[in-house]
């Protein structure tokens, strides 16, 4: 008992950030219809701007409270000068993504010099339940997953600015016929996004080292989890994520890391088979 707790423990602290990764790529997807490639670079961006602001002398955790804020920034400029030219053609908008993502991605390289780095939680250490040993961090994670995934459903669901979301997901010409500030609301809804990413990043930084090509392989499992759960909403996202986080977190240790990946794809693509409208979509008749 004492060894498969603290195993489930942290397929539960993967998991949880792994759905706000996924949250804010969904999102994006589910606002734009496009597929945001440099999610993983915002990613990146959170975890840098902790170590970069630790480096400099601030404490860790202002790092982690303004990492997400910094990212959304660089999003929505990102937004209003790039990537908005790119809605109309979701294909060419993949590929703009992409190459925004790898301009990021080799300046934090460059930055870092190559190599690996680490930075120290802000609450380190165990918790300790007699012989249980529970990590004070992932202990954090899991809490603050659980206040965004809140704080998400109280924005989209029951204020003003969510309405004006589901309406311009919608239908966009009806919105803007309606007065609804549709660009406006694209730009926020891309920089909350990025934002998330930015979260993410900025809670993983203690537990992954920080390198330039961190938010590649987190991509990847995001985009499977999104396809996963669908672009209908938020519902979608965490359930993708759920299922795509836990099984990457627990199939590594009872099978080879590389053998683990290549069945979350197995997995993934079974289950599109059968649900290729995502995990929640309702069954035709």
Not at 45 to 52: D, H, I, K, N, T
Not at 57 to 79: D, K, N, R, T, Y
Not at 88 to 95: E, F, G, S
Not at 128 to 141: C, N, T
């Amino acid at each position: 008992m004492n060894s498969i707790l603290p195993f489930l423990f942290d397929l539960l602290a993967y998991t949880a950030v792994f759905v706000i990764i996924v949250l804010g790529l969904g999102v994006i997807a589910s606002m734009m219809g496009i597929f945001n490639f440099a999610h993983g670079e915002f990613l990146l961006l959170g975890a840098y701007s902790v170590f970069f602001l630790d480096r400099a002398g601030v404490p860790p955790w202002i790092g982690m409270v303004c990492a997400p804020f910094i990212v959304g920034v660089v999003g929505l400029f990102l937004e209003r000068f790039a990537i908005r030219r790119f809605y109309a053609t979701p294909v060419v908008a993949m590929l703009g993504t992409y190459a925004i993502g790898l301009v990021i991605r080799e300046a934090v390289r460059t930055a870092l010099g190559g190599q690996f780095y680490t930075v120290v939680a802000p609450l380190d250490g165990p918790i300790l339940f007699g012989d249980l040993a529970i990590s004070k961090w992932r202990s954090v994670v899991i809490v603050v997953t659980l206040l965004v995934l809140l704080g998400c459903w109280l924005l989209f669901k029951k204020t003003n600015f969510g309405l004006k979301v589901r309406a311009a997901l919608e239908n966009p010409m009806l919105a803007r016929a309606s007065g609804i500030p549709v660009n406006r609301v694209y730009s926020i809804t891309f920089a909350f996004g990025a934002a998330l990413a930015g979260l993410a990043g900025a809670l993983m930084v203690p537990l992954y080292p920080l390198n330039a090509d961190m938010g590649v392989t987190f991509l990847i499992k995001a985009f499977l989890a999104v396809m996963l759960g669908g672009v209908s909403g938020l519902q979608g996202s965490v359930a993708g994520s759920t299922l795509v986080g836990s099984i990457s977190a627990a199939l590594p240790w009872v099978i080879k890391p590389v053998v683990a990946d290549v069945m979350v794809f197995v997995i993934a693509i079974m289950v599109v088979k059968f649900r290729p409208d995502g995990l929640l979509s309702k069954r035709r008749s």
